[in-house]
Each structure stands twice: as C-alpha cells, then as structure tokens.
C-alpha cells in the first residue's frame, strides 16, 4: 500500500479501534466478536511497521508492550489534586451543611452525589484532544508519571472528539472479582497475594514493566475536569459530569443529582446499602456542590475543597486480639505465618483466623503475640489485620520468629532464589499431604463435602490415607472409630467421595493440585486432551500447543506426572472408578489412546437444523461415540432437535441428559 493510502487507512484503523475500545470497556456492550477486533488491531500494526513514520501519540499500538522503565519521572500537576474533608457520621454531615449554609447566598443547594471509590486518584493530561500523559496524586503538587501503565486501560480514550486542552481526573480501581482472580493467579503461581483491592491497583500503578501492568485488570472512573484551552467551559458539576461522558470517559453509573441536603443524605445512605452489591469497592459517598460559581465562591483550604465532603461509611471493621501465631504448611511446602485471633464477628462471619502472608509482612506491620489488632475483610472476604493498636500494649507481648525448621517434619526451611515464602522441601512432609488431601476436597477440586482440615489430618494421623488415592478406599468401619466421627457422618462422607468419582475432568485435574495449574488452565487442559491419560502421556510440545498453556505450566504438568508417587495415586484413583475422561461415560482409568467420543451414546430426536441425521452420526462416529435408536439408561446424551417425538419424555423419565443442537455441537467440536 502507498503511503498515502496507508495514512487514510491507519486513520479509519484508529477511529474504529477506539470506537469499538468505547463500545466494550465503557459501554459493555461490544458490536463486534474478540476476533474481528484482533484483526483490526493487527492490520493497524502490520501498517504502522511498514510506516512507522505514520504512528501517532493517539494510535491504539500505544497500548501494546511499552518497554520497562526504572523509575518514574516526576511530574507536577497543573492544579494541586487536593484531597477531602471527611465527616463520620449524619451528624457530622448535618454540620458541614450548616456551616456551609452560612457562606453561600442560595436557598436550596443543589449537589452531586458520587460514590467514593476506593482506589487511586490519577491525573489524565490531554493536548488538543490528544492523550499526552498520566500521573498519580503522590504529594498533591507533583506526582509520578505512570503513561504506560495508564495506557493498558482500555477505557481511557487517547483522543477525544473535541480537541480541547484539558487536565482530568479520576480513580483507578480494581473490582473485587478483578482482585479475587489476580490473587488466585498469583497463589497458583505461588507469588504473595495483595492484601486487598486497593493494595493490587496501587501495585499494578507503579509497576516498571507495563506488559506485568496489562495483565492487572485496572480500570477508571473520572469526575473532574480542569479546561485548559480550546474548551467552552460547564457551568454546574453536573454538566462536567454529562460533557466527560460524551467525551466517551466511563462516569459512574450512580452519579446523581440531588436537591437540597436532605435527597443529600438519603444519597449517601441509598449509596451504604448498595455498598456490598457494587462489583467494586467503595469506601463513602462524596457530597459535591453543583454549582461552579459556588464552588468558586466557597474556595479550599490548602487540603481540601470547602464545596465537597466525603460521608465515609463505617468500615467493617473489628478489634481483637492476636492469641498465637501459627505457621502454616501450604500443599507446596510454602511456609507462611497465620495470626490466631480471639473470635470475632466481622462482615457476617465469625473470624478466628488471619493469614501475614509471610514473613516480611509480620515484620511490616510489627505484629506480636498479645497485641490488639484491627482487622477487616479484604475484598469482602479474606480476613486481614489492618494495624497494631500500639497504644493498648501492656509489655507483656511477644515477638515472633519464623521457624528454621518445618512444623510438620522438622527439616531445615528454605528460602528460594527469588521468592519471598519459605519452603519445606520435603515431599512426604505430613503437612503438604494434609494440604493436600484439603485441596483435592474443595471447591475447586472435587468438591468432597465434609473433608476438610480437621478431617484430613485425622485420616492422616489415623494412618487411613496417605494420599489421596487412598481416600476412594475408606470403609465405614474405619471412619467410626475417628473421634467425633458418628455413624451418619461416615455415611455422608462416603457418599460425598462416591458422587466425586463421576465429577468433570476439570475438576480432577484441579484437584491434583499441580502447581500453576488453577482452574482455568484445568479446563483448557480437559477440553484439549478430553482424558487423563492422553493429559499424561502429552509431550511438551503438545501441551505448548493448548491455549494460555506456556513453558512454566508445561514443565510443571511433566514434572509433576512424571514423579513416581503421581504414578501410584492414579493408579489408585483409576481403580477406584474416578472419572478421567471429559464427558461422562468415558472409559475410567482408559489407558491407551482413544477417541475423544469413546463410550458416550447419543441418542437424536427431533429434526436438526444445520445437519442431516447421517451427517451428526458420521461425526460421532469418526470420534468414537456411538448413536443408538432409543433411549435408554445407558444413553448419555439426547439431542432434541424441532418437534421432538417420544424418545425426550423417555430421557426425562430416565434422568438422562438433554442437550440442545448447538449444545451438542460444541461438545462435538470440542472433541
Ligand atoms: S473528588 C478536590 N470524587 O478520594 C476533590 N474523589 O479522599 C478531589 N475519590 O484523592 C476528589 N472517589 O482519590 C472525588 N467521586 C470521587 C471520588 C474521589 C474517590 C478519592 C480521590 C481523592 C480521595 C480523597
């Protein structure tokens, strides 16, 4: 393509890469598939590498790698970003109001109610429309340049549709799911996981590298806009709000207006109890007077502005007592310290427990046996000391050392080049096996109800199990004799374990707990192997083959699978019957390579819209699966295609499962 060409194409490229970046991240609502978009983005890039004179400071490729930095430069902000007066309580709010009352001539106040979002304030600067660059808050007058971490956002626009000169602001956050994956993610590879969501968007921000940042699910809300040039300036915070949003900038979708103190205040607790149900967190609602020519009469201290209050909610959060602190044997052999707290109510839930993370974390936050704590639920869920109340300190508290040798088993700990836990490296290490008979259980793995800690270390202790394998053979006879363990209990449980033979491969391949292989990787490996054995027996160039499957996570499946204890454990787990294949009625245990569709009968009612009968049964039949003329209790699948005759009251009447065409398609295509 001529170069000319090449400059109009880029430009379409451009406008279409960031309509379709609006569409998805700000509006949720994509008009085109992953793909598609892909397809754009890689034309863009193909072009912009046969010119590279044509890339623009406005051009998506922007967002794309970016090189590590080793510090971030300074900047300082065209307005000092202040911060907010707080008020605790209704009555305080009530205060504010009255005080302010005194110094503004209007009768009713009109406000904008926001909620306050608990992340990080940043500084977006835009020239002529055009994205320049980004920074945190850091004193209030100068800040950080963090660009190229900003710019893996992809709801921030790089160009705006008017070419105003403009500073904005905002909040980066993480939403709680973001922060529960990320952190799943990072035990799966066993890194230290963020104490909460704010820590994981703080961290993200500042990272060096921004390809480790693209990986970190940040996101942005703006609220304020500070004209420059070229801007025809809003006349309440209102119309800000309105005009940030038609430059396509994601506002919160519960901004309001609001007239009066009263509507004021029913914001702020309206804006309480949605709390818990916003897939974010937030930490107060934020009172901003709408009018600008008030909030200019009004002014700020140096701290913060007088036209705005942050109603922060009350935390939830408790105090209690650090009782002991325990160390704690992960199924991998990391070492980490735990705080055993005196039992409290927090958040719905009484909390006993709460992990440091490791040891530098202890060191950190200065915790000691006896001190009186405040603690809270990061991300709504996972217990967390916040800070030593150093001033109820009696002197009779104990420090902490970590251990130089493992709880369990006694040998020396470790401390691997490059990771911050300490490491038994023992594998019979009795703690690992606990762990992971608790792991092998769970919710993610095989969801055996009733097995937890408590239990598996009895089994351990008792000598029933040692891996598990051996959990398929326990009798009845033997569990009773466990204390606490009654007759009806024994029952349940072994019902549990019966009813986890027939669970999906996934949930197996999770269970094995094999490091760096959570549930995602799980279900990729079982959708792309369909059963254990092939999973086994893959070479490292097929398992580099599956998707999001990379060098790390194939080296640890061959070592894993290829340790003689893994050997006997599946063994053990064949024998007892446990599902290894990826649709039910594949062959337990199979051994020798089969066809993804080995054993499943399908049974087709109905006529089918895309495919004749012959042609699906052709299909079975080339992956192994078999198509039979009636229902039966061996049937495994029927296809209800349009007008089903009498074979689906048949598979109702029968239990047997009924899936659609487009049902049965997937599950064809994905054997
Ligand atoms: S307005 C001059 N609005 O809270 C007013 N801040 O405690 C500056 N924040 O630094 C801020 N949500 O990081 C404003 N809707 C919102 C907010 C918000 C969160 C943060 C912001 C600010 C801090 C002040």
């Not at 309440?236 to 901004?255: I, K, S």
């Not at 004021?264 to 930490?283: Q, S, T, V």
């Not at 959990?471 to 374990?497: F, I, Q, T, V």
């Not at 986890?500 to 192997?529: M, T």
């Amino acid at each position: 393509m001529e170069k000319k060409a090449a400059a109009e194409r880029l430009q379409e490229l451009r406008a279409q890469i960031a309509q379709h970046n609006y569409r998805y991240h700000v509006l949720d609502a994509p008009q085109i598939s992953d793909a598609a978009f892909d397809a754009l983005m890689q034309e863009l890039l193909q072009l912009e590498s046969l010119y590279p004179e044509l890339v623009t400071l406005d051009s998506p490729s922007r967002r794309v790698g970016g090189t590590p930095s080793s510090a971030f430069q300074q900047v300082r902000h065209f307005l000092p970003m202040l911060s907010l007066e707080n008020v605790f309580s209704e009555k305080d709010l009530r205060d504010f109001y009255l005080r302010l009352q005194k110094n503004i001539a209007a009768g009713q106040i009109s406000w904008v109610g926001e909620p306050k979002i608990d992340g990080l304030a940043v500084s977006l600067y835009y020239e002529e429309g055009i994205f320049q660059r980004g920074a945190t808050r850091g004193n209030g007058y100068y800040g950080e340049d963090i660009t190229h971490n900003l710019l893996t956002i992809r709801s921030l626009p790089l160009r705006l549709k008017d070419a105003i000169t403009a500073e904005i602001r905002g909040e980066v956050f993480i939403s709680r799911e973001g922060f529960l994956k990320l952190n799943e993610c990072r035990e799966a590879q066993e890194l230290p996981p963020f104490a909460n969501p704010r820590n994981a968007a703080a961290g993200s921000l500042r990272q060096l590298d921004p390809t480790v940042t693209a990986e970190r699910p940040l996101d942005l809300f703006v609220f304020s806009l500070n004209g420059i040039r070229g801007i025809k300036f809003p006349a309440t915070h209102w119309e800000t709000l309105q005009y940030l949003g038609a430059l396509q900038f994601r506002v919160n979708p519960h901004v309001t207006l609001l007239n009066g103190f009263e509507e004021a205040l029913d914001f702020c607790r309206r804006m309480n109890g949605l709390r818990k149900e916003l897939p974010y967190e937030i930490d107060g609602a934020v009172l901003k007077i709408n009018s600008l020519d008030e909030q200019e009469q009004l002014g700020s201290t140096s701290r913060a502005p007088r036209w705005a209050v942050a109603f922060k909610f009350s935390a939830e959060e408790a105090v209690t007592r650090v009782e002991d602190i325990d160390v704690n044997v992960g199924r991998t052999g990391a070492v980490t310290p735990v705080a055993k707290l005196a039992p409290v109510l927090l958040a719905g839930s009484v909390v006993k427990r709460a992990s440091l993370h490791n040891e530098d974390i202890l060191k950190q936050k200065e915790i000691m046996i006896g001190d009186e704590v405040l603690v809270h639920k990061a991300g709504d869920v996972i217990p967390e000391i916040i800070e030593v109340l150093k001033e109820k300190r009696t002197g009779r508290e104990k420090p902490f050392l970590m251990p130089v040798s493992c709880p369990s088993c006694q040998r020396d700990l470790k401390r691997l080049p490059g990771e911050v836990a300490l490491r038994c490296l023992n594998p019979a290490c009795p703690a690992q096996l606990i762990e992971r008979l608790v792991h092998f259980a769970s919710r993610n793995g095989m969801e055996i109800m009733g097995l937890g800690e408590a239990l598996a270390e009895q089994l351990y202790t008792a000598g029933l199990v040692e891996d598990v394998g051996d959990l398929y053979s326990l009798h009845k006879e033997d569990l009773c004799k466990l204390e606490r363990m009654g007759k009806k209990s024994a029952e349940n449980l072994l019902e549990n374990l019966q009813k986890s033979k027939g669970n999906p491969l996934h949930k197996l391949i999770a269970a094995l707990g094999i490091r760096f292989v959570g549930d995602r990787a799980a279900r990729l490996l079982a959708a792309h192997f369909q059963t254990l054995p092939r999973l086994v027996a893959a070479t490292k160039e097929e398992l580099l083959s599956v998707t999001e499957v990379g060098p790390k996570i194939a080296a640890s499946l061959q070592e894993f699978f290829g340790q003689e204890e893994t050997q006997r454990v599946l063994e053990k787990l064949a024998r007892a019957g446990v599902n290894f294949a990826a649709l039910p009625g594949g062959a337990a245990g199979e051994v020798e390579k089969g066809l993804p569709l080995q054993g499943v009968t399908f049974v087709f009612t109905g006529t089918l819209a895309q495919y004749t009968r012959r042609e699906a049964k052709e299909i079975i039949e080339a992956k192994g699966g078999k198509v039979a003329g009636s229902v039966s209790k061996s049937t495994d699948y029927v296809v209800a295609g349009e007008n089903p005759g009498s074979k689906l009251q048949k598979a109702r009447e029968l239990g047997v499962k009924i899936i659609t065409e487009s049902d049965w398609e997937h599950l064809a295509a994905l054997s």
